[in-house]
């Protein structure tokens, strides 16, 4: 999915930094970027509830469409729909080879997938919204591993600071295995989800 805006502007926009590389950027700017991003603005109760979509939906990348669809699978589960949306979301195979540190950024995880590179129990699937049951082993293909992002990926590069516990990952072999569906709290996505709850209840 293509965006106009530069992702430095857009973490600026939400509040968040998107990348890793947006975050010195973010701490240098913390606020809304144009003329007019360090003036009080006014915040209707719409306007929070939107603004954390949109957080969720780039900490994704998602289209919109996509989300909705996520949330009308949330509401027909049995738990919180705030807490099955973000479980649904997380179960996507470019969020989980994120997770995993195969990635440096979502973006680079769904170039990956879209691409090829990645096997999904020994067969190649090139669809980043597809999603993940326990057990499911998620594997760089053997001709791809001598590629320079996977070979960065596989000195641990982009190993994340905590380890998602709900995946058994191997650097090294570029494999990484969905033990169990995440819980939210253990989900590294800042989020008010019943906010987006709210905002597409309203």
Do not use: W
């Amino acid at each position: 999915m293509n965006q106009s805006r530069p992702k430095i502007k857009r973490s600026r926009r939400l509040g968040i930094p998107l990348t890793p590389k947006c975050v010195r950027y973010f701490e240098r700017r913390p606020y809304p970027p144009g003329v007019h991003g360090r003036a009080r603005t006014k915040e209707s109760d719409y306007k929070v509830r939107l603004l954390e979509k949109q957080r969720l939906k780039a900490q994704y990348d998602l289209r919109e469409k996509q989300l909705r669809l996520a949330f009308e699978r949330a509401v027909g589960r049995p738990g919180k729909t705030g807490e099955e949306l973000v479980v649904d979301l997380e179960t996507r195979l470019d969020a989980l080879v994120l997770r995993a540190g195969l990635a440096r950024t979502i973006y680079q995880a769904r170039q990956a997938v879209t691409h090829g590179h990645v096997n999904v129990n020994g067969r190649r699937v090139d669809r980043p919204s597809a999603r993940l049951r326990p057990d499911d082993v998620i594997a760089v293909r053997e001709g791809s591993r001598a590629k320079t992002p996977f070979v960065v990926a596989a000195a641990g590069a982009h190993a994340p600071e905590r380890t998602a516990p709900y995946l058994d990952v191997d650097l090294a072999g570029l494999t990484a295995r969905l033990i169990r569906l995440p819980q939210r709290a253990e989900v590294p996505v800042r989020c008010d989800e019943q906010l987006v709850v709210e905002y597409y209840s309203r």
